[in-house]
Each structure stands twice: as C-alpha cells, then as structure tokens.
C-alpha cells in the first residue's frame, strides 16, 4: 500500500492568489513526521516544512504553511500570495517507525504551475 | 555553509561501462541517501548509511548496483555494468538526525546509451 498520496498530478492558480496542494498518508504509528518538498525545473529537491504528528499548532514557514487533520491523515501544503517562482514540483514526504528509522517515504508529487 | 555535493553533474556513457557517483554530505550530518529519480517510477531509495554503516539498501535494484561510505565525508553509488534502463537522476541527501528533514544534492543526471 502506498504510504504517501497526491491525488493532484497538476494544480494551477494565479500570481498573488493562495493554492492547497493535497497529501494523505497511510500509518499505524502513532509517532510520525511529514514534509513537503519543492523541486523546480532546474531539478534540486528543497525541502520546506516540517510537521510531526505530536505537534498541536500546524506548522508554518513564510508563505508555507501545513494543513494538519489528523484523524483524516491528511497533511495538506498551502502555498499564500502564489509567486511565478513557486512553478515546481511539491512532493510530501513522511517518515514513521514502521520502517528501519531514517527514510521517508514520498509521494509521486504535483506540478504547481503558478500564472500571471 | 555548503550544502551536499554530488559529482558529476551529468554522466553520459555507454551500456557495459561502469559508472561512479560521488556524494559529498553536509558537514557533521550522520546520515546519508542515495535516490533515484525517474519519470516512471519517482523518486525511490535506494540505500542509506547511519555513521558510514549502510542500514537499508532494500532498494537497490540489483548487485549490479553497490555504494559505499569510508568515511564521514564521502560515498559513492557504483554501476557496474551499466544498462540503459539505470538512465534517471540519482540524488544523494544528508541528515542530521534519523527521520529528520533531509537536505538534497543537485543530482547526477546519467544517461546510458
């Protein structure tokens, strides 16, 4: 079974509007950690932000910020004031310990592509 | 501070040859992955080492495909031979801590011909 799923294989928004890329992940862990990483055409993998599941606030790093449920395994990215740079590849990404303790598990990604 | 290097950036050879990818992690990082990426199949592990000890290398397709880590400042990902189907990008990522945020080199891009 696939730990990591992005449903949207491509998203579009407009300069300045916000975006919600979606992620659900699959564990019986009650210890994990996800994460969203962007990769953009010149293909370096950047990570962004970080949310383990113990953590109450949803995290959040400048524009970035993580939409956390839960009880729906859900770890969406929301993405504010869209910028053309943000046209990348996001890919989610968790970690659980269900697995020998160090990789994670990614996603197949969506293409964010950011218009003026 | 610099971050993971990987060389080279690109590699074209021909199928038979072998291949050597060089990782470089960021400085004080204890563990180190190699990936690949392709179209078909995204990005996959393919070996990690905690302490230069590889822990999971599941994912290594076959014994054609070997890495090593010598010390705390160098690994490599071994082709050998190489085949048409191992074209993709191959990433080396370092950690500092298991589980944590794993930062990226910017690949190799191989292309066996």
């Known amino acids: 079974a696939q730990k990591i799923t992005q449903t949207q294989p491509g998203m579009f928004v407009q300069e300045k509007e916000a975006v919600t890329l979606d992620c659900t992940y699959d564990?019986?862990?009650?210890?994990?950690?996800l994460f969203w990483y962007k990769q953009p055409s010149s293909g370096e993998m950047i990570f962004l932000i970080y949310?383990?599941?113990?953590?109450?606030q949803n995290a959040t790093e400048g524009r970035y910020s993580l939409n956390f449920q839960k009880a729906r395994k859900s770890a969406n990215l929301v993405i504010s004031a869209s910028q053309l740079g943000d046209s990348a590849m996001y890919f989610c990404?968790?970690?659980?310990?269900?697995?020998?303790?160090?990789?994670?598990?990614f996603g197949r990604g969506t293409q964010l592509t950011v218009w003026p | 501070d610099a971050g993971v290097i990987q060389s080279p950036r690109h590699e074209v050879t021909e199928m038979g040859q072998e291949v050597t990818l060089r990782c470089k992690p960021i400085?004080?990082?204890?563990?180190l992955f190699w990936y690949r990426q392709t179209m078909m199949r995204g990005l996959e592990l393919l070996i990690y080492?905690?302490?230069?000890?590889?822990?999971?290398d599941s994912g290594m397709p076959e014994d054609r495909f070997s890495a090593k880590m010598p010390n705390a400042s160098f690994s490599t990902l071994k082709i050998q031979p190489s085949e048409p189907r191992d074209s993709a990008v191959y990433f080396c990522?370092?950690?500092?801590?298991?589980?944590?945020?794993?930062?990226f080199g910017p690949g190799t891009r191989l292309t066996v011909t």
């Open positions: 949310q383990g599941s113990y953590d109450e």
């Open positions: 990522a370092s950690s500092s801590r298991g589980g944590g945020e794993q930062y």
């Open positions: 400085s004080g990082h204890d563990y």
């Open positions: 990404a968790m970690r659980d310990r269900g697995s020998t303790l160090g990789r994670l598990y």
């Open positions: 564990t019986s862990d009650q210890s994990y950690g």
């Open positions: 080492f905690n302490n230069n000890v590889p822990i999971d």
